[in-house]
C-alpha cells in the first residue's frame, strides 16, 4: 500500500481531529456510559471524515480503501476503544452495503445524512439466539402490500440508542437459509421498535449497546438495500470492510499501550533501577511492538488486494484474528508492567485491556476467522449436507 501526501493530509486532519475533539472528552463520556454521537458525528460529516470511501454524489469522497484504512488508523488513537468502534459502525459496519448496493432514493434519504453526520446508523444483525450463526437468525420481514412487517430482537447492537436508522437483516421468505435474506434500512422512530436499557459492559463503556425489540414494525418494501434474498451475500461482503477497519483500528492503541507503558517502566524503580532497565520487560515490549508491526503490515497487505479487487477474504479474516489475539497479548503484558498502577479502572491500559478483549469477539470472533481460513486452506472437514 503506497501512501501518498494525501494519505499523511488525512491522516494529519484525522489526528487532529481525535486530540482536539474526541481525547478530552473521553473519560467523562467513559464515566457517563455514553458519548453525544449526533454532535460529534455532525463535526466529522462536516470535515468529510465520515463518507471516505463513498460516492461523491452522496456527499462522500470516493476515495479507494487505503484511505479509510489510514482513518481507521488515526481512530485507534482515542483513549478508548468504544468511540472507534461507534465511528466503525457508522462508516464501515452498516452502510457500505447501502452505498454499494442501494437504491438511488435510498442512499439520498440514509447514505447521505449518515455521510453529514445528520443521521446516526447502526447494523443489527445479532439475536440473542444467533451471533456466529447468521444465517440462523429468526428476525421475519413479512410482505403485506408494499410494505415488510417485521418482528424480531437484535442484540448488542452499537449506537442503538441513540442510531436514527438500522441496516437489519431478516428472513424474507422460506428459501433456504442463505438465500432467504434481506438487508432492509428501518428508521428507529418507525412505530413498534423499542429498546432495552443500555447494557452494563465489562469494556467499551461509552458506546451505547442495547437489544432491540421490532413488534410489527411496517417499512416500505422499497428500504430493501439490493436485490431481495441477497442479505446475506451482501453482509458478508460487508463484513470484509468491517474486519480490515477492525484489524487498521486495532494497530495505533495496541503502541499507545506499548508507549504508555515504556514511559511508566522508565520512571519506576525498584530495586534501585528502572522496571525498564530489566531485560525481560524491554525485551518483551520489542517483541510486542514486532507484532504489532507484523499486524500492519498483514493489514496493508490486505487493503491493497482489496483496492485492486482481488477477494480478500483470507487475509483480511487471518488480519482480523491477528488483531484480537495480539490485542490480548500485548494489553495484558503491559498491564503486567504496571504492577498495582496497572489494575486501576482509570488507567489507559487497563482500558485499553478491558476495550479490547471484543476484538476477539465482536464481527466475527476468532474461532470464525480460524473456520474461513480452514475453510480456505482447503482443511476444513465437509459436513454431509454441505
Ligand atoms: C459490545 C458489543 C457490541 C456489538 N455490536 C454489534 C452490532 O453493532 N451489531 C451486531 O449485529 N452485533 C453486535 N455484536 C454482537 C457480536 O457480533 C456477537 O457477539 C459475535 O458475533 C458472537 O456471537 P455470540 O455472542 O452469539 O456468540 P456465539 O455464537 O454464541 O458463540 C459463543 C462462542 O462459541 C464459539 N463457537 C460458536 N460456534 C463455533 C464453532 N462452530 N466452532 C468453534 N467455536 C464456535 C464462538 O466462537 C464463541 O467463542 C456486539 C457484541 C458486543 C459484545
Not at 58 to 70: A, E, T
Not at 365 to 379: H, P
Request: charge should be negative; include cysteine; charged fraction near 25%.
Amino acid at each position: 500500500m503506497r501512501l501518498t501526501q494525501e494519505h499523511d493530509e488525512l491522516r494529519r486532519l484525522s489526528k487532529k481531529f481525535v486530540e482536539k475533539e474526541i481525547n478530552p472528552y473521553v473519560d467523562e463520556w467513559e464515566k457517563e456510559g455514553i458519548f453525544p454521537a449526533h454532535e460529534l458525528f455532525k463535526k466529522m460529516g462536516n470535515l468529510g471524515l465520515l463518507g471516505i470511501t463513498k460516492p461523491e454524489e452522496f456527499g462522500g469522497m470516493d476515495l479507494d480503501y487505503s484511505y479509510n484504512i489510514v482513518f481507521a488508523e488515526e481512530m485507534g488513537a482515542i483513549h478508548c476503544g468504544a468511540l472507534p468502534m461507534a465511528i466503525g459502525v457508522q462508516t464501515d459496519m452498516a452502510t457500505p452495503a447501502l452505498a454499494k448496493f442501494g437504491s438511488d432514493e435510498l442512499r439520498r434519504n440514509f447514505l447521505a445524512p449518515a455521510i453529514a453526520g445528520d443521521m446516526v446508523a447502526a447494523i443489527a444483525v445479532s439475536e440473542p439466539g444467533a451471533g456466529s450463526d447468521v444465517a440462523n437468525i429468526k428476525t421475519s420481514a413479512r410482505k403485506d402490500g408494499d410494505d415488510y412487517v417485521i418482528n424480531g430482537t437484535k442484540m448488542w447492537i452499537t449506537n442503538a440508542t441513540q442510531a436514527d436508522f438500522l441496516c437489519l437483516l431478516a428472513n424474507i421468505s422460506d428459501d433456504s437459509k442463505h438465500h432467504n435474506k434481506s438487508l432492509i434500512v428501518v428508521p428507529t422512530n418507525t412505530p413498534g421498535i423499542s429498546f432495552s436499557e443500555r447494557l452494563d459492559k465489562l469494556g467499551m463503556r461509552s458506546s451505547d449497546t442495547a437489544q432491540i425489540f421490532l413488534d410489527d414494525v411496517r417499512v416500505p418494501q422499497s428500504h430493501c438495500i439490493g436485490e431481495e434474498g441477497s442479505g446475506f451475500k451482501m453482509q458478508m461482503i460487508q463484513f470484509q470492510e468491517e474486519r480490515l477497519f477492525a484489524a487498521a483500528m486495532a494497530i495505533k492503541g495496541l503502541e499507545n499501550c506499548i508507549n504508555e507503558t515504556i514511559n511508566y517502566t522508565r520512571e519506576r524503580k525498584a530495586f534501585n533501577k528502572p522496571v525498564l532497565d530489566n531485560q525481560v520487560v524491554h525485551f518483551r515490549l520489542a517483541e510486542l511492538q514486532t507484532e504489532v508491526e507484523c499486524l500492519r503490515a498483514l493489514t496493508y497487505d490486505a487493503v491493497e488486494g482489496y483496492i485492486n479487487g482481488e477477494d480478500v477474504s483470507l487475509k483480511a479474516s487471518m488480519a482480523k484474528l491477528k488483531s484480537g489475539r495480539i490485542s490480548r497479548e500485548v494489553t495484558d503484558a503491559c498491564l503486567q508492567y504496571w504492577g498495582g498502577m496497572g489494575f486501576m479502572w482509570d488507567n489507559l491500559v487497563s482500558r485499553y485491556y478491558r476495550d479490547t478483549r471484543l476484538g476477539s469477539i465482536g464481527g466475527g470472533t476468532d474461532e470464525m476467522m480460524l473456520g474461513i481460513i480452514c475453510k480456505l486452506m482447503g482443511t476444513l472437514p465437509t459436513r454431509k449436507n454441505d
